[in-house]
């Protein structure tokens, strides 16, 4: 890696850091906010929602509650990259605590809000409050691996399969534990810092407390939904099957994956296709890096995660024209459901709901590859 | 009105005139910006979606035709307002043409929110496409009010009905042709100017055809459904029954209501309440504008508009928390539903959907006021 690289990595790497340290200051802030709105109000109108203040008190709470649990994310990522020599943690949290006060203008709005989402990530892939997701999005898709892989036929662990947008890794992780081998790999430093920690740091479940939606200040029905917890992990990641391979891969999907020698028999992918700057250069990557005969399995919408944001390429290609790349880059069709209706880190009691109409597909690479 | 006061509302008239017309330019911006990203791409990448350009000259045209909707709306606007001598509207349009290329950077991105969604509100108030969601949202509302206001008992146009946060004035003119009094208010000139468009203009159903998607590039199912089109109205808003009384009211809700002489026998809310700085204002509003035994109704969402809006007050209140005011203030609760679901100017096609659970509420205020 070459020097400048390195400083670049390290000062991404600290501003997702600061990002996290600043959650707890960004948040409360939220809550004053709120305070000052109310106490603005006339006497004669803050009687007449006495419990007000006693809401924002125990709001404040949670916060300080899910900013211990961030700490102890945090502390445990010593020496998690390959060139941990740079990153020293406690050196960086030091640091970055004496520098916090000049450095609060430049965490950006953008940042706090994937430190936000990363919590509710958990509950997502680590909560009993979020089976009724992974049921809808990850059972279809491990469903289809037990088919076209059947246990009884092959010895699993001579599967290769790849996860790419892995998020917490809780997809990955229930791969490996039906036996595959299977590789996550993952951009999000805020994902890795976080999945590195659930995977290698939980012991016995419902370790951790955190308040996911203390964040969320509108469409809340009853006085104790946003200051309500969950628990987490619903199940200790540390039951994986003997002799089977399991591994996080760090970086861009269309980058780390060059080794020709290197082919996959599945490649797996949950609310990930979107996340390109052009789906065009992930769907030609997957078929390029399966065996020939692997499958590419797929769940999830066409959101665009770079759709409308400034100085950011972005193609948004509609249902029809994905399948027509897709065909056109030499796969076939195996199997086609439109509509499974799932959310994404959906809390379940907000009076607003985002809903996914996901596609699901099952793709093929010829066994005899024409193009190649 | 003071002098101060008809330039600035001059201006804020002007600006949404220069919205709607920026409109055109705004959209195509967007058709360039994706044309340019599928055009960097590598011919080979470009020949497995070929059809994408297709697709983008359809936008275009569908753009020209909502444009020329817009213009059609602008023209009727003449003499709209108490001081039309100061909105001559062909003099705007000119002077805003001509000015147009230098005040291009002056159109915030909000506005260019504001006319797009007006354009959806289209489909939700006037056509058959939004039958389903007006049926969800305002159906409860209407059905309420014949039960408590029965025409058989009672002459409905002896009963005067408030719609706060009228919109497109679909739902007050439901009540008015069931032969009640009503009347609309709405303070969004973006809505006035296109209600009074469809109320005093449209006199065939089907008149009109615009493409309410065309701006929405993700989450598509099918090449077509970006570029589909809905007719307008469903319904020609002519057919209202004689002797019945039906106006619009401009202006600030809290505002404009303050003729102790003036009382209503219903005030209907639908959507409306989480428009509100301080909820509790508008709940003490609604109080204080019925006669005694008066019934509000609503039906909505708590997604509080000015939440997380920079520099504007907003108190977020837990629908609990709204139910506690009410009951101070002095309402008694007739009736109570959650979970109404229901979208808000939702493409039924799209791949994404956000769905509230409505909470549906009558209350009542005393016969006997012990407040007043």
Same mark, same amino acid.
């Given at each position: 890696? &070459? /020097?400048?690289?390195? #400083?670049?990595?390290?000062?991404?790497?600290?501003? %997702?850091? $600061?990002? !996290?340290?600043?959650?707890? @200051?960004?948040?409360?802030?939220?809550?004053?906010?709120?305070?000052?709105?109310?106490?603005?109000?006339?006497?004669?109108?803050?009687?007449?929602?006495?419990?007000?203040?006693?809401?924002?008190?125990?709001?404040?709470?949670?916060?300080?509650?899910?900013?211990?649990?961030?700490?102890?994310?945090?502390?445990?990522?010593?020496?998690?990259?390959?060139?941990?020599?740079?990153?020293?943690?406690?050196?960086?949290?030091?640091?970055?605590?004496?520098?916090?006060?000049?450095?609060?203008?430049?965490?950006?709005?953008?940042?706090?809000?994937?430190?936000?989402?990363?919590?509710?990530?958990?509950?997502?892939?680590?909560?009993?409050?979020? &089976? /009724?997701?992974?049921? #809808?999005?990850?059972?279809?898709?491990?469903?289809? %691996?037990? $088919?076209? !892989?059947?246990?009884?036929? @092959?010895?699993?662990?001579?599967?290769?399969?790849?996860?790419?947008?892995?998020?917490?890794?809780?997809?990955?992780?229930?791969?490996?534990?039906?036996?595959?081998?299977?590789?996550?790999?993952?951009?999000?430093?805020?994902?890795?810092?976080?999945?590195?920690?659930?995977?290698?740091?939980?012991?016995?479940?419902?370790?951790?407390?955190?308040?996911?939606?203390?964040?969320?200040?509108?469409?809340?029905?009853?006085?104790?939904?946003?200051?309500?917890?969950?628990?987490?992990?619903?199940?200790?990641?540390?039951?994986?099957?003997?002799?089977?391979?399991?591994?996080?891969?760090?970086?861009?999907?269309?980058?780390?994956?060059?080794?020709?020698?290197?082919?996959?028999?599945?490649?797996?992918?949950?609310?990930?296709?979107?996340?390109?700057?052009?789906?065009?250069?992930? @769907?030609?990557?997957?078929?390029?890096?399966?065996?020939?005969?692997?499958?590419?399995?797929?769940?999830?919408?066409?959101?665009?995660?770079?759709?409308?944001?400034?100085?950011?390429?972005?193609?948004?290609?509609?249902?029809?024209?994905?399948?027509?790349?897709?065909?056109?880059?030499?796969?076939?069709?195996?199997?086609?459901?439109?509509?499974?209706?799932?959310?994404?880190?959906?809390?379940?009691?907000?009076?607003?709901?985002?809903?996914?109409?996901?596609?699901?597909?099952?793709?093929?690479?010829?066994?005899?590859?024409?193009?190649?």
């Amino acid at each position: 890696m &070459e /020097k400048d690289e390195m #400083t670049q990595e390290m000062e991404h790497y600290q501003r %997702i850091v $600061r990002a !996290f340290l600043y959650y707890r @200051i960004h948040s409360l802030k939220r809550v004053n906010q709120a305070r000052r709105c109310f106490t603005s109000l006339s006497k004669e109108d803050q009687q007449l929602a006495p419990k007000f203040t006693t809401k924002l008190d125990l709001i404040k709470m949670a916060i300080g509650v899910n900013y211990d649990f961030i700490r102890t994310i945090l502390q445990r990522t010593q020496n998690l990259f390959l060139n941990s020599e740079i990153y020293q943690m406690d050196e960086v949290i030091s640091s970055v605590y004496i520098k916090l006060t000049y450095l609060i203008s430049t965490v950006p709005e953008f940042d706090m809000e994937k430190v936000k989402s990363t919590i509710k990530q958990f509950v997502r892939d680590w909560s009993k409050e979020g &089976e /009724k997701e992974r049921n #809808t999005c990850y059972l279809p898709i491990i469903n289809e %691996i037990l $088919r076209l !892989f059947p246990r009884d036929d @092959i010895q699993p662990n001579a599967i290769n399969i790849l996860v790419p947008g892995a998020g917490l890794g809780r997809l990955a992780f229930e791969i490996v534990k039906l036996g595959y081998n299977c590789q996550g790999n993952e951009i999000s430093l805020y994902m890795l810092i976080t999945s590195n920690f659930i995977l290698n740091n939980c012991t016995t479940t419902e370790q951790y407390v955190i308040y996911p939606w203390v964040h969320q200040y509108c469409n809340i029905a009853g006085f104790d939904d946003q200051v309500r917890n969950i628990k987490i992990p619903d199940m200790a990641p540390s039951e994986i099957p003997k002799d089977t391979s399991f591994s996080m891969c760090a970086g861009d999907f269309l980058l780390v994956y060059n080794d020709p020698g290197k082919k996959w028999d599945c490649v797996a992918t949950c609310f990930f296709i979107d996340t390109a700057h052009s789906i065009i250069a992930y @769907i030609k990557k997957i078929y390029q890096i399966l065996k020939p005969g692997g499958y590419w399995i797929n769940l999830g919408p066409l959101l665009y995660h770079f759709a409308d944001m400034a100085g950011e390429q972005s193609l948004e290609l509609s249902y029809e024209e994905v399948k027509t790349v897709i065909e056109n880059v030499g796969f076939s069709y195996e199997k086609e459901e439109k509509g499974i209706v799932s959310g994404y880190t959906q809390d379940p009691s907000s009076l607003m709901t985002t809903l996914y109409h996901n596609i699901f597909f099952i793709v093929r690479k010829p066994e005899i590859d024409q193009q190649q």
